[in-house]
């Protein structure tokens, strides 16, 4: 079958390999789709080194063999696999902290989400990592899951009901979490966004204002938007730094930001620390997601409550996995899907 690997940080091949099969306590997943990811991009570029160099996580399929003992997931069934999933016994996981969990980031799907078959850990399959898809969630949309789990979690960790927010970074992150903040009733949703795609699918979406970085202050402009005070909450979804001091500027007093892009590896904060106490501005960072989450992502998607279709602006076959990566890193691209 074919793969879509990472040969240490940076060395990308599709690879011909054996398909997988599934020992006790597992299930093998013909792959049907699979998001490419910004975190994938990281991974490939060798600038994301905080998680297994493992690409593909946003992957749905049908179940192709089950492994003994497995109980409750049948061959055939349509599913979406978590790729990482906590202990729910540790400290991190008591505290409140899942994804932080030492046994989180212990499994993955094998070889990866870009591969025809991969294979889903025991580990995963125990513990409740496995979700049915109901038929009316197809697997374009199902591919969804996973970062719509993600912008969820970020936005449950920001304190305090927000009316006025900015998101800063319109990929797909940023336009999940966009349209999670209009569907809690925050108005206005302002934005900042410098590929014009991104920036028109906000509007689309339902962002009241897109101001582009590059040619606009979007601290001031955010500023004239909000009475001079600033947006409540802020969220990061870019990888770019200096994006960080900006929300940092955009909110108001005793507002919060949320990181939940992940930030360039090695870049530097510009931002006076004095700020965070005289302003009580609050810096709450979000990673990945769990499958409480996962499960009210599908229900979201399952519900037409989330426009996920829209966001695929290409689509790419497993054997053109190289192409599909160099047009991810267009400015033209939203979300790209690989599939079989
Ligand atoms: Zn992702
Ligand atoms: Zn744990």
Redesign the pocket.
Known sequence: MKAALLHGAGRLGVDEVPVPAAGPGEIVVEMRACGLCGSDLEKIRGTYTAAPPVIGHEAVGVVADVGKGVEGIRRGARVFPHHHV?????S??RGGS?TM????RGTNLEPGGFAEHFRVPRWNVERGGVLRLPTAVDFERATFIEPLACAIRALDRAPRRPRSAIVLGTGPMGLLALQLLRLRGVDPVLASEVSRARAGKARALGAAIVWNPRSEDVVAAARRETDGAGVDLAIVATGHVPAIAQAVHAVRAGGTVVLLGVPEAGGRLDVDPSEFVTREVSLVPSNAATETETRRALALIARGRVDVASLVSHRFRLAAFEEAVRVAERAECVKALITP
Do not use: S, V
């Not at 906590?86 to 540790?90: A, E, L």
């Not at 969990?101 to 989180?104: F, M, T």
């Open positions: 906590p202990c729910g016994r540790c991190a996981c899942p969990c030492p046994r989180y």
